[in-house]
């Protein structure tokens, strides 16, 4: 995730919801980077991976907030449901380091029960029992990780623009009961439509417009070599010429700059060239699908 002034106001943002625990509401044009920075700042890929329980020792960095999108088709039943159900992965990934903690202080006391037994001289009588004992140390680990408290402090929603009144409801009554951050990501125009709403809109408390990157972001990012994960351009410096006709096409849209940087790497691979031109560019862009503004 490349961090660019939008991501950084965004984070922003994000650290005032949960601060103040209250609702936030994101919208931004399709393209512009939206889901790509809750997700990164969730850190939910992390939460979803194959390592998620590699989350360090007890003290470390705490995996705190959820990241949420509804079906198409969605209940609020559906909606609790799912939402309470990202919540308990965080719990139970913050309960994994008492677990594996409590794992290694039982195989050390089955280590010491074993070679205390071996080491006895049986024809004393039965060996003393050795403290604390096994079982006292699982039942002490036990009621710590109960005491566990569920680490979230904000939820955020993307695609809410698919939440009717009956879900924003919902939504509404997991922010009522949790004392938690609640961002919901859409559209322009979704703060329009929840002003109808003033149950629900008294509860926002601040409102960020995710805006398109600007030329002089997209200019750092190439004089960078920033590429898409995957793509691999020529090491060349940036003409002025290229470099504006990329600030043309793309118009600061954060998912169309990434879909012409795949495109060029296509075009140079098949025509078998080496550098990046403002004929390479305009190839690319007629092999992309652009909406009209």
């Known amino acids: ?64 907030t959820v990241f949420y999108t509804p079906s198409v088709v969605n209940t609020p039943r559906g909606i609790d449901a799912e939402i309470q159900r990202a919540r308990g992965t965080l719990r139970e990934l913050a309960k994994q380091p008492y677990r594996d903690e409590t794992e290694r202080r039982l195989e050390a006391i089955q280590r010491r029960d074993e070679q205390h037994l071996c080491q006895h ?36 929603v993307d695609e809410a623009d698919r939440l009717r009144m009956a879900s924003l409801e919902q939504v509404r009554a997991v ?42 972001e997209i200019r750092q990012l190439l004089e960078q070599r920033w590429t898409p994960p995957g793509v691999h351009l020529p090491d060349q410096s940036s003409d002025p010429e290229t470099v504006a006709a990329i600030i043309r096409i793309t118009g600061g849209n954060f998912r169309l700059l990434n879909r012409l940087l795949t495109q060029m790497e296509r075009i140079l691979e098949v025509n078998s060239l080496e550098k990046v031109t403002k004929a390479v560019i305009e190839a690319a862009r007629e092999s992309l699908v652009i909406g009209q503004a």
């Open 175 to 216: 922010f009522d009961a949790g004392e938690i951050g609640v961002i919901l990501i859409g559209m322009p125009g979704l703060e329009k439509r929840l002003a109808r709403y003033p149950q629900f809109y008294s509860r926002i408390g601040f409102v960020h417009e995710f805006r398109p990157l600007a030329a002089k």
């Open 1 to 64: 995730m490349v961090e660019t002034l939008a991501h950084r106001r965004f984070a922003e943002f994000c650290d005032a919801c949960r601060r103040y625990g209250y609702i936030g509401l994101c919208y931004g044009s399709p393209g512009v980077g939206k889901t790509l920075s809750a997700r990164s700042y969730s850190r939910w890929d992390k939460v979803k991976g194959p390592d998620r329980w590699n989350t360090g020792s007890a003290d470390g960095p705490t995996l705190d």
């Open 121 to 156: 001289d049986w024809s004393s009588g039965p060996p003393p029992l050795l403290k604390p004992t096994y079982s006292q140390v699982s039942q002490e680990c036990a009621i710590k990780e109960l005491n566990i408290a569920d680490p979230t402090t904000l939820i955020v």
